[in-house]
């Protein structure tokens, strides 16, 4: 009987492996890039000019700031793997603790939860997104087989005589509603 594991989603079949820990005694399940990206310094012109004239109290056209606002928003890294575990447990998805020092890349939603019943969703089969943000001065590549975050099993505790909601999960980053 399977309790928890990784598994490859169909769209990567041939073309990812499983994730494997580092180490004998390591925490976390090294998760890689599916595919190639360069990743954009936050800090490209188009983000420090909106900074500078709203700083200086001057009109940002609507242009520049969805100029700007592209560069701030995440990057989903596609990692190609799904993770099946116990109802009462997630996978914590933590950043490399070397990506911050070496890379300035940074998850900007300081840990990722993959739920449970996020395995096999309708929406992506379960597909683990990586959220990553470039915070060095210089474009990040990234290429396919990088690691770029680690997950680590973990155990969730309910409170008592709680009413469980039966609603089921259709797919991920807010499908739950707002
Ligand atoms: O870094 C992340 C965070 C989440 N997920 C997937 C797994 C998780 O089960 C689902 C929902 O994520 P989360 O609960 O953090 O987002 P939400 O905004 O609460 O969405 P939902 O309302 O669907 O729970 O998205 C990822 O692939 N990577
Ligand atoms: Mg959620």
Known sequence: MKTRGFEIVTKYADDVSLP??????????????AEDFVLPSIWKSGFLKVLWLIRHGKTVNENELTQANKIL???????????YMQDNEFLLLANRSSSPLKRGLILPNGIGVIDSDYYNNQNNEGEIFIQIVNFSLKD???KKGDRVGQGIFMPFLTVDDEKVTSSKRVGGFGSSGK
């Open 20 to 33: 494997v820990r580092s180490t004998k005694s390591s925490a976390g399940y090294d998760l890689a890039a």
């Open 73 to 83: 928003k995440p990057y989903l890294i596609p990692t190609g793997i799904k993770a």
């Open 140 to 142: 990040q590549v990234v």
